[in-house]
Structures are given as C-alpha cells and as structure tokens.
T-cell receptor, first 113, second 113 residues
Framework: QQQVKQSPQSLIVQKGGISIINCAYENTAFDYFPWYQQFPGKGPALLIAIRPDVSEKKEGRFTISFNKSAKQFSLHIMDSQPGDSATYFCAASRDFGNEKLTFGTGTRLTIIP | ETGVTQSPTHLIKTRGQQVTLRCSSQSGHNTVSWYQQALGQGPQFIFQYYREEENGRGNFPPRFSGLQFPNYSSELNVNALELDDSALYLC????????????FGPGTRLTVL
C-alpha cells in the first residue's frame, strides 16, 4: 500500500512541446506530493509540490495536476527546453513532520531540438 | 543548490568492509533522512534521525546504522558490505515543524567490489 507508480519510464519531447509524467498512489493517507528533478551525478532537487486541498498548482512552466478520487497526479512541463532533460521522480508522504518519502521509479526526459 | 553537504563524493570499498558516510544538514533543519538510490531506481528510505534519535526505519538490515550529532549533522554506517550495497547514498534534511519538505544533498556514490 506504500507504492507510487510512475509512467512513462522514458520520454522524448521536441523543444517547445509539453512533457507529461504521470503517477498513481495507493495509500490514501498520503497528502503531500512533491516532484523532484535529478541530473546525472547529482541529488534530487525539489521542483514543485502539491497538497490535496487544490487540484492544480503552477510554478512557471511546471504544473502539477492532482486527482484525489483517482489517486493520481501528474507533472506538466510547458514549452520544454533542452535544459529540462533530466530524470524526474514523483514522491508521496503524509504531510506531517518526520514522514519518509515514497518515490516513484523515475522518468528519464529527453528534450530534442 | 541546497545547503546539504555530503562527504565523500565517491568511495570504493571491497565486500566485507565497513564504510561511514557523512551529511551536514541545511541551516535550521533538525531532521536528517537517509536514502539509497540504486542505478536507474528511485531513492529508497533507509532511516531518519530527529534530535539525535532514530525516528523511523525502512526495510534495511541492522548492518545499516546511523548517528546524529548535536549540530544535526549525521553519519550513515554500513558494516559487512555486499555487492548490492553499491548505490548513490543521499541524505535529506528537513524541519518538521514547518512541513515535510525535504532537501537533498548531492549524494555519495559507493562502489563495492
């Protein structure tokens, strides 16, 4: 019940296009959903996070859409740029101090010119 | 860049040896969580330290142990290294009174031969 399933495993998008990565969770106690961006040889960097009191959160070109009834959330990257090429991880936890993050398996995103 | 630092950057050990990895948390953060990230996988929670006490543990054997010091820095110790311990070890710091936002360091790449 602790799993977070992420898809696709890899994604190739043309520069200027929209990149969409999807995640689904099972544990209904989860109420904090961050997305992390990781470049090769680096640690994950917090990109954007959402809590279930809203269905969408936007920060610049990055948007999280959240569907509580379906237990799904997704990351949309608008106007994708070559610098966005990285591995993206969704994660989930209870929004309570000291809670461990449960990560998805990651999506390797490649933006081509 | 987060204020979380880790040392060493890379480490090569042989099977059966012991290793100690170090982490300094971001200023103002009193909680450190350790994660293991195998190649091509999402990070897996090892354990968390809060106020110098272990506060939650993932599915890792007792040969994985840790410490947290009064300045909130932390160590991860692994005894009797196995080949499967080869991974990127990440620490993340947080301040639970604020939220569960966790900020990762760059990681230590451990190779066990």
């Amino acid at each position: 019940q602790q799993q977070v399933k992420q898809s696709p495993q890899s994604l190739i998008v043309q520069k200027g296009g929209i990149s969409i990565i999807n995640c689904a969770y099972e544990n209904t106690a989860f109420d904090y959903f961050p997305w992390y961006q990781q470049f090769p040889g680096k640690g994950p960097a917090l990109l954007i996070a959402i809590r279930p009191d809203v269905s969408e959160k936007k920060e610049g070109r990055f948007t999280i859409s959240f569907n509580k009834s379906a237990k799904q959330f997704s990351l949309h990257i608008m106007d994708s740029q070559p610098g966005d090429s990285a591995t993206y991880f969704c994660a989930a936890s209870r929004d309570f101090g000291n809670e461990k993050l449960t990560f998805g398996t990651g999506t390797r995103l490649t933006i081509i010119p | 860049e987060t204020g979380v630092t880790q040392s060493p950057t890379h480490l090569i050990k042989t099977r059966g040896q012991q290793v100690t990895l170090r982490c300094s948390s971001q200023s103002g953060h009193n909680t450190v969580s350790w994660y293991q990230q195998a190649l091509g996988q999402g990070p897996q929670f090892i354990f968390q330290y809060y106020r110098e006490e272990e506060n939650g543990r993932g599915n890792f054997p007792p040969r994985f142990s840790g410490l947290q010091f009064p300045n909130y820095s932390s160590e991860l110790n692994v005894n009797a290294l196995e080949l499967d311990d080869s991974a990127l070890y990440l620490c993340a710091s947080s301040r639970p009174l604020d939220s569960n936002e966790q900020f990762f360091g760059p990681g230590t790449r451990l190779t066990v031969l």
